[in-house]
């Protein structure tokens, strides 16, 4: 197989992949979806795509950056690189942060098709704030507008009607001409709708009928949402909300009997019974979840890939059950605040930590985690108190000097910021955290002309030499 690099650094690879040297085979442009951590391969859906006759040009990033890393003058590359090699098509394929990315990117890269999966139009605006916390850090060099858009592209949608993506979709509607975008509402797929189709057997079909021109059958979703337990399992939740409980239940037994061993769907179903009163069905569904093997353990790991797949509400029902069975594990009630804090709910993610916290107070993961939470929503005195307890107990990682070196800079104490992050990194001179944020502010220092006084060379500094825990509460 050949590749070839187009850029790589530490958190973005794009790479060329084809199976022969030449023909004028058809390019699919995919990118990654957010929780991505892997940048070797060929990135999302490459092994099918290359398999299924295209070359693939695999834009992966490891960070939820919406892409917007991305060089500038890596699209001039690219496109002089495709005109040369002469494609006979360009298409683009993503899933929610990649649905993003293939829309933002299609005119700059001069695509004939998009299929987006769960796009997010965007996540720093009023109208969704389920990842504001993550948009409004970001420096925003790349939007989906009118000026991003490819004059002769079509767009194919697919999200979930029922879903806040489908608030997503109407911004995309009022940008993009009927003429040109085609959506596919899929009720009750959930977040992103990929898995879904998966179960249903219908997604590397239809992808590929998006892909190769091919029109794209509106029998796709009736056909397909009776195999899915995705979709039973979405249903039931949406019921239960809208107080309907009895067909919930319905919904949720579906589940389970297209999967007897999913363990959410038999927590759900569990769940379901215990809001109509029927306490004995409850507890004998969740021995049997014990009785077959179930372990806490099991349900912890499930979690852990739900959230990379972007299953949210699967990976919090997941952890749910790990607690119910073991409700004093940090590492449990830490995760859980994971998958809160990547929904939005930031409260209730800080209450997880901190249940997280109390049980294990002298874990450094605990204690940076707090903290990192505390520190997204501006709680500045909460997470320094954090900190400073950590520092006072003995507690050292590199994640904890990194937060309290950025909560010093959000205190506006520049210099004390820049002093925690050089001495804590002649320790962990390691760690890529704290390497890229002693740059940002040692090029913050330098912007803005402000005073450091130095150390002389070499004054490597001993942890018991420097009263951390005072500069915490200073």
């Known amino acids: 197989?050949?590749?070839?690099?187009?850029?790589?650094?530490?958190?973005?690879?794009?790479?060329?992949?084809?199976?022969?040297?030449?023909?004028?085979?058809?390019?699919?442009?995919?990118?990654?979806?957010?929780?991505?951590?892997?940048?070797?391969?060929?990135?999302f859906g490459g092994d099918f795509l290359l398999k299924s006759g295209f070359d693939v040009l695999a834009f992966k990033s490891s960070v939820d950056g919406w892409f917007q890393e991305v060089p500038a003058e890596l699209f001039s590359a690219i496109n002089a690189f495709v005109a040369e090699r002469g494609h006979e098509r360009r298409v683009g394929y993503g899933s929610s942060m990649g649905g993003f990315a293939a829309i933002a990117f299609s005119g700059r890269l001069k695509l004939d098709t998009v299929l987006a999966c769960s796009p997010q139009f965007a996540i720093d605006q009023a109208f969704d704030k389920r990842w504001a916390f993550f948009g409004q850090?970001?420096?925003?060099?790349y939007r989906i507008d009118a000026a991003a858009l490819g004059a002769d592209c079509r767009y194919f949608v697919w999200a979930d009607s029922q879903d806040a993506d489908w608030l997503h979709v109407d911004r995309l509607r009022a940008l993009i001409a009927p003429s040109r975008l085609h959506v596919l509402a899929l009720p009750h797929s959930g977040h992103p709708c990929l898995q879904f189709l998966h179960e249903a057997r219908q997604l590397k079909p239809a992808v590929l009928d998006v892909l190769r021109g091919d029109s794209l059958g509106p029998?796709?979703?009736?056909?397909?949402r009776r195999d899915s337990k995705t979709y039973w399992k979405n249903l039931s939740r949406r019921l239960l909300t809208h107080r309907r409980p009895h067909a919930a239940l319905a919904a949720a037994h579906a589940a389970v009997a297209r999967?007897?061993?999913?363990?959410?769907?038999?927590?759900?179903?569990?769940?379901?019974?215990?809001?109509?009163?029927r306490e004995d069905e409850a507890r004998q569904l969740s021995r049997q979840m014990l009785g077959d093997g179930e372990h806490p353990r099991r349900l912890f790991q499930l979690s852990r890939r739900q959230m990379q797949a972007e299953q949210w509400v699967d990976a919090l029902s997941a952890i749910d059950a790990a607690l119910a069975m073991a409700p004093g594990s940090a590492q449990f009630h830490m995760q859980r605040a994971q998958v809160l804090s990547r929904t939005g709910r930031m409260g209730d993610a800080v209450q997880?930590?901190?249940?997280?916290?109390?049980?294990?107070?002298?874990?450094?993961?605990?204690?940076?985690?707090?903290?990192?939470?505390?520190?997204k929503i501006d709680d500045l005195p909460g997470a320094r108190e954090v900190l400073a307890q950590a520092l006072a107990s003995g507690v050292?990682?590199?994640?904890?000097?990194?937060?309290?070196?950025?909560?010093?800079?959000?205190?506006?104490r520049l210099n004390m910021a820049l002093r925690v992050a050089e001495d804590s990194l002649r320790h962990w001179p390691e760690d890529q955290r704290l390497q890229s944020h002693l740059a940002r502010l040692q090029a913050r220092?330098?912007?803005?002309?402000?005073?450091?006084?130095?150390?002389?060379?070499?004054?490597?500094?001993?942890?018991?030499?420097?009263?951390w825990v005072k500069i915490a509460r200073a």
């Not at 050292?396 to 506006?412: E, M, Y």
Request: aromatic share 6%; proline share 4%; no cysteine.
């Open 396 to 412: 050292r990682s590199a994640g904890i000097f990194l937060h309290l070196s950025a909560t010093l800079l959000k205190l506006g």
């Open 137 to 141: 850090q970001l420096a925003w060099r």
């Open 1 to 43: 197989m050949q590749a070839l690099d187009f850029h790589v650094s530490k958190t973005l690879k794009v790479q060329f992949f084809s199976m022969n040297d030449g023909g004028r085979r058809p390019l699919a442009v995919t990118f990654t979806p957010s929780n991505n951590k892997q940048l070797d391969g060929t990135g």
């Open 259 to 277: 999967d007897e061993r999913d363990p959410t769907s038999i927590w759900l179903k569990a769940k379901v019974l215990q809001v109509l009163g």
């Open 445 to 467: 220092v330098s912007a803005g002309g402000a005073r450091h006084r130095r150390r002389p060379a070499g004054a490597a500094q001993v942890w018991d030499e420097l009263s």
């Open 352 to 375: 997880a930590a901190r249940e997280a916290h109390f049980i294990a107070t002298d874990d450094p993961e605990m204690n940076e985690q707090l903290g990192k939470l505390l520190l």
């Open 219 to 224: 029998q796709l979703h009736r056909h397909a």
